[in-house]
C-alpha cells in the first residue's frame, strides 16, 4: 500500500502535544475524534494501562489506519465494514501476514467501542467485518539466534577463517598442481564471511551482490551500495564481521583476476569465460551455502536461513541500546513500523522459553 500524506491536522506517528498528554480528557470529543483522529488517539492511549513500547506500536498502526481512510475519502464516522477488510487486505496481504491483519482488526474495534460510548458513531465497522470473514490465523515468529548459537557461530567463523587461512596460504605458491584443494579452501573462507557479513552487518541476501573490496575500506562500517530504491548506507560493523574481513580481504585481493566483487562466484575459469570469474555470488548459491554452514554448527529447520542472521544482527543493535532511527538507517528499512514490528518480535523472542 502506498501511504498518503496525513491531513494538516495530523500529526507524525507516535507525537503528543505536551497539553494533550496532561489533561487527555479534555480531547476526547466526537468533534476531535472526527477532525483529528491521530491526535485523539494519541491522547487517549496514553491513559490506557500499556507499556510505552506497545503504546508506540499501536499508534503506529492506528496511523496508518488513519492514513488508508485520507486516501479512500473517508472519515471514521463514515468507515464502513468494506473498508475495514479492504484495509486489511492491503495492510497484511501475505498468507504469513494474517496475524497481523487481526491485531489491525481488534485495534480498530477497541476505538470503535470507544468511539460508540462518546456518540461519534453507532456501529462498529471492524466487529463487522471480523464476522465476515476476517479469519485470524498464526504468523510465525521471527527467528533470532539465541546468545548462545550467536558465540557459537562466531568462534566456527573465527576457526574457519584461522585454519583454513593459514592451509591456503601454504598452498598458494603450488595452488596450480593443488587447485582443487586451493579452490575448496578458498570457498571454505568465502562462505565463513559471507556468514559473518550477514549476522555482523544485516546485509540481506540480495545485497551481498552489490559489495565490492571498496565497501570495506572503512575501518568498522560496510558501506552497502545504493541499488533501485534502496538508498547507499553506512552499516556499523559487529565484531565477527569486522574480524572476518579484516581476513577474507587481503586474501581474497591476493587473486587479482577476480575483479573487485567482494565475494566472487568462482575462483576458476569455465570454459575461459572471464564473466564467470568475476561474478558475485547466486542468491540461490548463498542461500544453500549458509543453511549449510548452519546445519554444521547443529542450528537446522527454518531458522536456518540468512534472515535469521540479519534478525540476529538487529537483535544486537537493539540489545546495545541504538535508537529507532540509528535501526533504521543501519537495516535499510523504510518507515518506523518495521523497527517497532522489530522490537516486538524481539520482546517476544526473549519472552519465549528456551524449549521453544
Known sequence: MTDVQLTNNHQAIGSLPASLSASPELFDSP??????????????????????????VR??????????????GVGLAECEAHHVSGFIEQASPKEGQKEQGWRYVKLIERVYVHLNGIGLTQTNPARLAAQRGVEKKPNAPMHFLSKEERQKLNNYVRSVLLQAGEEAAGLKQNKEERKAEYATLWAVMRDATVAAVLVGAGVKIGELGWLSVNCTSDSGVLVVPRSGFDLERRVPLLQVAEEALKVWVPFREGESDLGRVLFPALITRRRDDQRTLTAAMHPATVFRRVKALLDAIGISGDRACGQTLRNTYAACLIESGLDDLAIIEALGFKGEFSVLHLRAEHEAFCNRPAAD
Do not use: C, H
Open 59 to 72: 499508534s503506529s498502526m492506528w496511523n496508518k489506519f488513519v492514513r488508508y481512510l485520507d486516501s479512500v
Open 31 to 56: 468533534l476531535y475524534w472526527a477532525t483529528s483522529p491521530v491526535e485523539a488517539f494519541a491522547s487517549w492511549i496514553s491513559g490506557q494501562p500499556v507499556a510505552d513500547s506497545t503504546r508506540r
